[in-house]
């Protein structure tokens, strides 16, 4: 019998990949929701290894600095048993070398500061500053997902502050694989916070006091944001309470994946799929 002393998600993960799991002890130590859960992860991993599911789990996590993306996508990737995990910011530092810098003055220059090749500090200027980049990324970020995701059929699990599904391809957003989230924190107070808590985690040579001078500008980059989200139907989710935040996610990631089982190959095809063809003369 498998020994539980505390909710570990690693553990779990452990037991989906290969050992025995006690569901009765997990109902008993973590409740219904858990257990449930993990029957679900396990079915799908299980039909994954048979073949007879054949579509992978594809989680994409925008939102502002600090607010939990990078490690809510690492999370759920070590809690679903995702071994690729993607980060935005490495992304655009790799983007930075191919693009050229004239055409795209904009995505050289932090986020906070596009605004200013666009004129005086508004609302209009971080919009259109912030927008500059979004173009970039989303549609480098978008390609990898239908390429190396729904082509290939790899799991992996993407977080980047730039997400803005209108930028999509509404055959992309409907995929079933295709779970995608954008995260905010509504206190202010608790934001600025969680910037300052960055150099322990994940930012450790500092840089925070910079987010917090830029706030005014990120704010209206989450609101653009959301708005964005809302009207495409993505889900968003508060940060202020962490677990009370990853259980809503993982609860919804749960329903979709029992829909890819039930699902299993996804038979529609992708413009980008028959650009990629064409591209590799296939």
């Given at each position: 019998m498998l020994e539980y002393t505390?909710?570990?998600?690693?553990?779990?993960?452990?037991?989906?990949?290969?050992?025995e799991i006690n569901l009765e002890e997990i109902e008993k130590l973590y409740g219904s929701k858990v257990r449930k859960r993990v029957e679900i992860l396990n079915e799908y991993w299980s039909k994954v290894e048979s073949g007879e599911v054949r579509e992978p789990i594809l989680p994409i996590f925008g939102g502002m600095p600090s607010v939990g993306k990078t490690t809510t996508s690492s999370y759920v990737a070590r809690t679903l048993g995702i071994n690729i995990?993607?980060?935005?910011?490495?992304?655009?530092?790799?983007?930075?070398?191919?693009i050229d810098k004239e055409k795209n003055p904009a995505f050289f220059v932090s986020v906070y500061k596009a605004w200013e090749l666009f004129g005086e500090f508004s609302k209009e200027n971080v919009i259109k500053g912030f927008e500059a980049q979004a173009k970039i990324l989303n549609e480098a970020i978008?390609?990898?997902?239908?390429?190396?995701?729904?082509?290939?059929?790899?799991?992996?699990?993407i977080d980047f502050l730039h997400f803005?599904?209108?930028?999509?391809h509404k055959e992309t957003l409907e995929h079933p694989s295709v779970m995608p989230f954008i995260l905010y924190v509504e206190d202010e107070e608790r934001w600025k916070s969680y910037i300052k808590e960055r150099v322990k985690r994940n930012h450790l040579k500092g840089g925070w006091k910079r987010l917090i001078e830029a706030l005014e500008s990120y704010k209206i980059m989450?609101?653009?944001?959301l708005e964005d989200a809302k009207k495409h139907g993505i889900p968003v989710v508060a940060m202020d309470d962490v677990e009370k935040a990853k259980e809503e996610i993982l609860e919804i990631i749960s329903n979709k994946v029992k829909k890819l089982m039930e699902i299993k190959t996804w038979d529609k095809e992708h413009p980008l799929i028959h650009s990629i063809k064409k591209e590799r003369k296939e």
């Open positions: 505390g909710y570990s998600v690693d553990k779990i993960v452990k037991d989906i990949c290969g050992r995990v993607i980060g935005g910011d490495g992304f655009r530092a790799v983007l930075r070398a191919l978008e390609r990898l997902i239908v390429d190396r995701g729904i082509r290939d059929g790899e799991p992996m699990s803005l599904p209108s930028l999509w989450r609101d653009y944001q």
